[in-house]
């Protein structure tokens, strides 16, 4: 019997981790970023970032100041602020 606490999403292959599913158990707390960690998953976030900042008129050095300085007030993926003030 195997008990893993967020475990890293994208090491293993699918048939694989059917194939421990009889002994492994997997848990991950909400929404925590290691076990969705695969290389599509950090392309398409690199794709979406450089995306944003393309369209993205302001300064990015405000930028990363404004989400740092709001970073307790803002949800993460909630920057769509940046675009309405374009």
């Not at 690199?46 to 405000?62: I, Q």
């Amino acid at each position: 019997r195997c008990t893993c606490y967020s475990p890293p999403g994208g090491f293993i292959t699918w048939r694989l981790a059917k194939e421990c599913s009889s002994f492994v158990n997997s848990f991950v707390l909400d929404s925590d970023l290691v076990p969705r960690l695969s290389i599509n998953n950090m392309e398409r976030l690199r794709d979406e970032v450089l995306h944003l900042l393309a369209r993205v008129k302001l300064s990015k050095y405000d930028i990363a100041k404004r989400i740092f300085r709001l970073s307790k007030e803002v949800e993460l993926g909630d920057l769509d602020f940046l675009l309405q003030e374009n």
